[in-house]
């Protein structure tokens, strides 16, 4: 079946580093993707959003990259700060508005 | 402007019990989701909601789980009896216009714990 997933669980960096966080899809037909930040205790919190007719695409401090080729998205946080320490899910969204979320990864940023 | 609310933000059931979750969206949102989020897991989606209609449904294990949202405002998500693998946080989230093509925007969360 359709899958997003992300190659890491957890990703240790030290404060003012960049952070990479990758993700992986199985479905090639897959047009729309959105990284979500969770802190501990609150629900997901959108970041960034990419459709499948970019490449690239960038925000405050992030910046997503979208490989069809390969069927690999990667989110790029500069300047890790310690408030960026949160779960990071890569998610799929679906007709109508489901969305298909990967495993996360855990960014804990270092002082 | 206030967020989605989610009430209680914590419940410990015993197993065979009922347990009901509420939940009020950003005031004018007509999208609302329910979604299941096991621990190291991401959110799995239970039932979306267009104003009142339940428009999509499959993934809610209709047996001991229904919600509802009657007024095409507030929901409220109930198991009945709740099993020991219903310990998860239910999340709710809601989008301003149906269709599906907006931001969702999540509550908080209930955190579930059934012994």
């Known amino acids: 079946g359709e899958s997003v997933g992300l190659h890491l669980p957890t990703l240790s960096v030290q404060e003012g580093d960049n952070s990479i966080i990758n993700c992986a899809y199985s479905n090639s037909a897959s047009d729309y993707f959105i990284w979500y930040k969770q802190e501990s205790g609150k629900g997901p919190q959108f970041i960034i959003d990419i459709r499948s007719n970019m490449d690239k695409r960038q925000g405050q401090r992030v910046t997503v990259l979208l490989n069809k080729t390969v069927k690999h998205l990667s989110l790029q946080i500069a300047a890790t700060q310690p408030g960026d320490s949160a779960v990071y899910f890569c998610?799929?969204?679906?007709?109508?508005?489901?969305?298909?979320f990967g495993q996360g990864t855990e960014l804990s940023v270092k002082p | 402007e206030a967020g989605v609310v989610q009430s209680p933000r914590y419940k410990i059931i015993e197993k065979k019990q009922p347990v009901a979750f509420w939940c009020n969206p950003i005031s004018g949102h007509n999208t609302l989701y329910w979604y299941l989020q096991n621990l190291g897991q991401g959110p799995e989606l239970l039932i979306r909601?267009?104003?009142?209609?339940?428009?999509?449904d499959s993934q809610l294990p209709k047996d001991r789980f229904s919600a509802e949202r009657l007024k095409g405002v507030d929901s409220t998500l109930k198991i009945q009896p709740a099993e020991l693998g219903d310990s998860a946080v239910y999340l709710c989230a809601s989008s301003p216009r149906t269709g599906g093509t907006d931001t969702q925007y999540f509550g908080p969360g209930t955190r579930l714990t059934v012994l």
């Open positions: 909601y267009e104003n009142e209609e339940a428009v999509d």
């Open positions: 998610a799929e969204k679906k007709e109508g508005g489901k969305l298909i």
